[in-house]
Structures are given as structure tokens and as C-alpha cells.
């Protein structure tokens, strides 16, 4: 114990130092007239007023950006993954549309289903009571349509679709 | 006519120098906007609150900055000050809460930027027996030891650099630190303990005795 008071009294003579640290010769004649004038140019910088005053306002942000500088591994951790969650997410979805066979089973599956509500609905196109699932008949004389832009290459191919009746 | 001439001289030499304006009156002044009376207490606390920034920051720039920062804060917010403390450990706050946030914000960023000893460090009885007599490297200068003195304190969490600051540098009380900190003397004293033993352990090869 004596020791260590000892040592601390050595410490306390070797943090005496600090007060031998002293700004440059005359800082303190200016500086409150520094202070002053700020105050009367309205106040601290205004980068660091908008920042204090955002801070003030929203102090989680100020968390935030704590634990952001404070746990630099941890955030970057948390980026990498959820950058890897997202291309991950991007990869699936472009695998899970190509393996998925033709597009157009797709759309006869979703009119399949909606089949039954188009039955219904007196403004459809006729069905065709004795067909059994899906035609689509394709004319095949392409007629050029007078594009909203001018393009001569815009085609319009009218598609009659029959639908089962119930 | 003689007496008429020498009253005032009289009183000149009776009473040289103005009497200082009492705090409360110029704090009351700078309320409502009195520039001049905020001028007055500026130059009343300048040096110690800048020494405080400094010493935390161990940057003279950043002191400055946040020195005068803590000032034009404090009389902005002067309308706040209900006077339940002194004007002074409510200024003193608001530049330990500015410093420290600046600092939480700088972390791993840090820079020393030292000013120089004055001439009295190397007149300084207890630093000239403690490098003479205790250290055992004797040919550490100054500048060295200044410099490893303020690396070794900013390896401190902020509130135990505070305390040491406030208590071993500026010499304030431990009621004073408290009420600066918004702590209890408790909370202080062993801050100001634990703080020191690990300052004691950065500094060991300075401190051991020969």
C-alpha cells in the first residue's frame, strides 16, 4: 500500500508536467476577442452548428455513427453479408426463371387459374365450350402498326385466346 | 487647490485597480446580450477551460477550437442557466460535454499536436528530482517524457482521463470534479484510483524507483 502511494506521489510529480504545457506566446490575448466576434458573426461555424443541431435533434444517429467508428470489424461484417444476401437473392431469382421451363407453361398455368373468373365476366372474348385448356391462336400476317414514336418496325399481332367454359 | 490635486492622487495610490464586477451581476449582464460583460468572463476562465480541452485532447488545435466553441455555446445557452451551480462549473461542463463528445467522435483518429514546456518545467524542483533521482533513464528529456505522458493518458477512457485532468493536473476537489461530472465523490475517488493505477502501469518504466 505504502508502495503504491509512493508511486502515485511519483505519478502526480510527473503529471506536474502538464502544467508546464502552455499555448503559444499571447494566444490568450485574442482570444476572447475571437470569441466575441464569432458570437457576434452568429455563432460557432455553421458546419459544426447544422451538425451539433442535427445531433441535438436526432441523438441516435449520433449512436449510430458511434458504433459505427467505435466496432469498424462488426459493421463491415454486417455489410459483407448482407451484400452477399442480396446477390445471393439476385443469383436464386435468375436460376429459379431459368430452370423453370418455358414461359409459356407459366402463363397457360396462371390463365389455367385465372379460367374460372374469366368465365364468369360477360365481357371476355367467347369461349370456346368445347375446348379443353388453352389455344392461342397466332395470325401469322404480321400488320405493321403506326408506332406512337414513328417506328415502321413496330408490329401488332392480334392474339384470340379461347377459354374452356364450365 | 492643493487638496483639490491631491485627492485623487491620493486614491490612486489607496486604490490602484477597479474593483473586480461581482460574477453574478456580469452573468446577469450577458443574459441580455451585454457583450462586453461576457468579454469579462470569457478573460476570467479562459486559460482554465482551455487547459482542461488541452489536456483531454492533447491537441492544441482541437483545444482551441473546442475552447471557443464551449464559450459561444455557453452564451447562447446562458438563458438556461437557472444558477442552481456556479457559473463556472456550469461553463466547465458544457466544455467536459463538448470535449468528450469531439473525442468520441475522433476515436482512432488521434494526433498530438503538444505545446511547449514553459521555461519553469526545467526549474521545476519535483520533475528535476524525479527524472534526476527516480527514473532510471536519466537521459529521457523532457519532451520525451511529455510526450509519453500525454500517449499514456490518452490511452484513458475519457471520464478517468477527465477525473485525472481535473484532480492531478488542475487540482480541482473531488466535490468540484462531482459536480462538474454530474457524479457522486464516490464515482470520482475510484475513477480517480483506477485511473491512476493504469497510468501507473503505462508510465512503470518512468516511476520505478532506482
Known amino acids: ?48 452548428a ?31 453479408a448482407l451484400c452477399v444476401l442480396l446477390l445471393g437473392g439476385v443469383v ?29 365476366s360477360p365481357m371476355l372474348p367467347t369461349a370456346t365450350p368445347a375446348g379443353a385448356g388453352l389455344t392461342t391462336n397466332f395470325n401469322p400476317n404480321l400488320q405493321p402498326v403506326a408506332s406512337l414514336f414513328g417506328e415502321q418496325s413496330a408490329l401488332a399481332q392480334p392474339v384470340s385466346i379461347s377459354i374452356p367454359g364450365n | 487647490m492643493t487638496m483639490i490635486m491631491a485627492e485623487p492622487a491620493a486614491r490612486q495610490e489607496v486604490d490602484p485597480a477597479p474593483a473586480p464586477v461581482d460574477e453574478d451581476v456580469l452573468v446577469r449582464q450577458a443574459r441580455h446580450g451585454d457583450l462586453e460583460a461576457y468579454d469579462e468572463l470569457v478573460r476570467r476562465y479562459q486559460e482554465r477551460i482551455y487547459a482542461t480541452v488541452y489536456h483531454m485532447t492533447s491537441n492544441h488545435e482541437d483545444a482551441n477550437d473546442l475552447a471557443q466553441e464551449s464559450f459561444i455555446k455557453a452564451f447562447e445557452a446562458l438563458k438556461t442557466f437557472k444558477g442552481g451551480s456556479s457559473f463556472y462549473t456550469w461553463l466547465y461542463r458544457i466544455a467536459v460535454n463538448k470535449t468528450i463528445n469531439f473525442l468520441k467522435q475522433r476515436k482512432n483518429r488521434v494526433h498530438l499536436s503538444l ?13 528535476v528530482a524525479l527524472i534526476s533521482d527516480k527514473t532510471p533513464r536519466r537521459d529521457a528529456g523532457l519532451a520525451e517524457l511529455q510526450e509519453k505522458l500525454n500517449t ?35 464515482t470520482v475517488r475510484s475513477r480517480l484510483f483506477y485511473a491512476r493505477q493504469q497510468l501507473q502501469g503505462y508510465l512503470s518504466d518512468y516511476l520505478k524507483t532506482a
Open chain 1, 1 to 48: 500500500m505504502n508502495e503504491s502511494q509512493e508511486n502515485f506521489e511519483a505519478l502526480r510529480q510527473l503529471l506536474a508536467l502538464k502544467r508546464h504545457e502552455v499555448p503559444p506566446h499571447g494566444y490568450f490575448n485574442d482570444f476572447s476577442g475571437q470569441v466575441i466576434a464569432r458570437i457576434r458573426a452568429g455563432g460557432a461555424s455553421p458546419e459544426a
Open chain 1, 50 to 80: 447544422s451538425r451539433e443541431r442535427l445531433f441535438d435533434q436526432v441523438p441516435w444517429l449520433l449512436r449510430i455513427l458511434q458504433i459505427i467508428e467505435g466496432k469498424p470489424v462488426f459493421v463491415g461484417s454486417f455489410a459483407t
Open chain 1, 92 to 120: 436464386y431469382s435468375e436460376y429459379s426463371e431459368g430452370s423453370a421451363g418455358e414461359p409459356m407453361t407459366h402463363m397457360a398455368q396462371m390463365i389455367n387459374m385465372a379460367a374460372p373468373l374469366a368465365a364468369a
Open chain 2, 115 to 127: 505545446n511547449d514546456l514553459d521555461f519553469n518545467a526545467e526549474h521545476d524542483p519535483d520533475l
Open chain 2, 152 to 186: 499514456a493518458l490518452l490511452k484513458l477512457s475519457e471520464p478517468h482521463r477527465l477525473v485525472v485532468v481535473l484532480h492531478d493536473v488542475q487540482g480541482l476537489s473531488h466535490d468540484e470534479i462531482a459536480k462538474i461530472m454530474n457524479c457522486n465523490i464516490g
